[in-house]
Every structure is written in structure tokens, then in C-alpha cells.
T-cell receptor, first 111, second 114 residues
Framework: SQKIEQNSEALNIQEGKTATLTCNYTNYSPAYLQWYRQDPGRGPVFLLLIRENEKEKRKERLKVTFDTTLKQSLFHITASQPADSATYLCALVTGGFKTIFGAGTRLFVKA | NAGVTQTPKFRVLKTGQSMTLLCAQDMNHEYMYWYRQDPGMGLRLIHYSVGEGTTAKGEVPDGYNVSRLKKQNFLLGLESAAPSQTSVYFC?????????????FGEGSRLTVL
């Protein structure tokens, strides 16, 4: 069956450290992979997109990698801040009109 | 610029009652989607629309109906609410489907069915 797996346990890190979140998928062949941020009681907000032929993408303090052989994406936040505390969602775009989401990983950054 | 607006934000229903959730977007997006979000399960696609007058089923369409009479509006209806439909519902829109079509989400509508 098709699955998207993100760490269900919350990630707790100290301010200034790099947070690394993992997204693994099975039985998909995504053309694109997206990452969203969701704050409590709010809708998800788009952060980054990476294509299947791209290994790495950066935007300010964010970095995403995409390994189609391992079927895995890593999402890094460098120099993390308490304001980065949120739930981060991985989403696969498999073609057509459907975007499939993982359950998300909650990140807590302590000051 | 309001983006994607959902109404109502909260609603409590009794089993068997009906209701409609309204989604409006002011970005002239072609594509609109309804998702539900449940703890530990992520966002699941209920129905979507690729343009005015069109609708299609997503991953979990049973018990829901939709309509897209105007490009800017996408309505989600529950004809006979069940406790299993207690969830947070998110509407989203995008300019392009798939590819670089980042989704713009509303703030959600929290529905409780007693």
C-alpha cells in the first residue's frame, strides 16, 4: 500500500541548533515533493518544493533534500529559533491534481 | 487580499443533520480542494475541482458532496452527518495543479458531530 511516513514523535531541540525532519514514502513515484508549515489552529502554509531531478533546495535557513532511490526527503532548519516551533508537513505531488500529505512532525525549539 | 476564506469556523451538529461549508478564494485560482485533517492521519483529500462547473472524488468522498458553480467558490455538503465526520476541514486552492502548484489553505472549519 502507499504510505507517507513522518516522525510521529515530536522533535525537541535547542535554539541555534539544526533541526532535521524526515519524510519517507513507499509505493509512490512523486514528481515533486513539498513541505508545509502548520501552526496550531491554522491552515498549512507552503514552504518549499523540490523536483524529482533535484537533489537539494535551499531557501534562507531551510534546506530540503530529495533522494528518489531511498524514497526519502530530509528537511533542515539551520540556526533554529523558538518561532520555528510548529508542525511540518511533507506532501507528495504524484501527477494529476492530487497532493498527498504525511501526518506531520511537531517541532519544539527551546530558547 | 483575503486569500482563502472558510465559513463557518466552528459548527456542532447532531447525527443526521445536514450542513454546508463554504470556501471562497480571491486569487482567481482554477483548482480547489477540500481536505479533512484528523489526529495522526494527516490531510486527506475529500473532493476537488479543476474548474468552474467541475468536481471529482478524492481519497475519502463518501458522505460528502461538493459544488463549484462559481470559480471563486467551492462548497462542501454533508447530507446526513455522522460522528465519524467530526474533523477539521480545510479548503485549499492552487493556480496550477500538481507540478509547482503550491496549495493555499484556509484557516479551517472545525466540525463536531454528536
Amino acid at each position: 500500500s502507499q504510505k507517507i511516513e513522518q516522525n510521529s514523535e515530536a522533535l525537541n531541540i535547542q535554539e541555534g541548533k539544526t533541526a532535521t525532519l524526515t519524510c519517507n514514502y513507499t509505493n509512490y513515484s512523486p514528481a515533486y515533493l513539498q513541505w508545509y508549515r502548520q501552526d496550531p489552529g491554522r491552515g498549512p502554509v507552503f514552504l518549499l518544493l523540490i523536483r524529482e531531478n533535484e537533489k537539494e533546495k535551499r531557501k534562507e535557513r531551510l534546506k530540503v533534500t530529495f533522494d528518489t532511490t531511498l524514497k526519502q526527503s530530509l528537511f533542515h532548519i539551520t540556526a533554529s529559533q523558538p518561532a520555528d516551533s510548529a508542525t511540518y508537513l511533507c506532501a507528495l505531488v504524484t501527477g494529476g491534481f492530487k497532493t498527498i500529505f504525511g501526518a506531520g512532525t511537531r517541532l519544539f525549539v527551546k530558547a | 487580499n483575503a486569500g482563502v476564506t472558510q465559513t463557518p469556523k466552528f459548527r456542532v451538529l447532531k447525527t443526521g443533520q445536514s450542513m454546508t461549508l463554504l470556501c471562497a478564494q480571491d486569487m482567481n485560482h482554477e483548482y480547489m480542494y477540500w481536505y479533512r485533517q484528523d489526529p495522526g492521519m494527516g490531510l486527506r483529500l475529500i473532493h476537488y475541482s479543476v474548474g468552474e462547473g467541475t468536481t471529482a472524488k478524492g481519497e475519502v468522498p463518501d458522505g460528502y458532496n461538493v459544488s463549484r458553480l462559481k470559480k471563486q467558490n467551492f462548497l462542501l455538503g454533508l447530507e446526513s452527518a455522522a460522528p465519524s465526520q467530526t474533523s477539521v476541514y480545510f479548503c485549499a486552492s492552487s493556480y496550477l495543479a500538481g507540478q509547482t502548484g503550491e496549495l493555499f489553505f484556509g484557516e479551517g472549519s472545525r466540525l463536531t458531530v454528536l
